[in-house]
């Protein structure tokens, strides 16, 4: 995905989770984040969009926008959507090539706070829909990058590598294909295929959202041996 495309992703699931947190009592459980209610899922999103906005107004020399941590009398939605606004302002400002901090090492740009924030904002739309039980699926395109973007983020978590040799083949019902190797050097992704001991199939969205141990959509078909994905989510936790 370019620069554009998952700025336009950031508003896309900004805007959708506003509507979300206004759908159900702030006290609502989240059953894909069991620790939290719906009140600690946005004080959450809230905390992650100020910060990265605040990444963005330092790499850009301009003052950073006003945040308050969220409050028991703030209107979830009222809350939060002026710091997703803020957040689109300063990706709206710069450029994808832009120089910009970042805690993976080898993405200092604001493409990648981008990608960062259009890839966790799905996942957390996802959840807050889940409070009232009707989320919806995440786009294809940002689903495969989410899942390609992990392999960006592994090395900078500095976790001991599983290293069960488990292969997972994942095909898309869009046409693509992904194998993850969990080798001794830390887990590998390859677009071309490979040796698999599990292969999964479906929709994009009900790919990642398995990887991310969120609950499928729609059906995921798997073959061979289910162990390889408890072998993921020993390399692979998101909160």
């Known amino acids: 995905m370019e620069y554009g495309a998952h700025v336009e992703a950031v508003e896309h699931e900004t805007r959708a989770t506003v509507v979300a947190l206004g759908e159900t009592s702030r006290k609502a459980r989240v059953p894909t984040c069991p620790a939290f ?5 946005a004080a959450h999103l809230g905390e992650f969009t100020a910060l990265w906005t605040h990444v963005l107004c330092e790499a850009a020399g ?7 941590p969220l409050t028991d009398t703030d209107e979830l939605p009222t809350w939060y959507e002026p710091l997703a606004r803020h957040l689109l302002d300063q990706l709206h400002a710069t450029t994808g090539d832009a120089p910009c901090w970042m805690w993976m090492t080898d993405h200092q740009t604001a493409g990648a706070v981008a990608r960062r924030c259009a890839n966790e904002l799905s996942i957390h739309r996802f959840d807050a829909q889940s409070a009232k039980g009707d989320p919806a699926p995440l786009d294809a395109a940002v689903a495969l990058d989410a899942i390609d973007e992990i392999f960006a983020m592994l090395p900078a978590w500095g976790n001991p590598p ?29 677009v071309e295929g490979g040796r698999a001991d599990l292969t999964l199939s479906g929709s994009a969205s009900d790919l990642a959202l398995l990887l991310f141990e969120r609950p499928t959509i729609g059906g995921v078909q798997r073959d061979g041996d289910l162990a390889a994905l408890d072998a993921w989510y020993r390399e692979f936790r998101f909160g």
């Not at 209610?37 to 899922?41: C, F, G, I, R, V």
């Not at 301009?62 to 308050?68: D, H, I």
């Not at 290293?163 to 992704?189: M, N, V, W, Y």
């Open 162 to 190: 599983d290293g069960s040799g488990k292969a997972l083949c994942l095909r898309t019902d869009e046409g693509d294909r992904r194998t993850i190797t969990l080798g001794q050097e830390g887990p590998r992704i390859a």
């Open 62 to 68: 301009a003052a950073k926008t006003p945040y308050s």
């Open 37 to 41: 209610a719906l009140s600690d899922l």
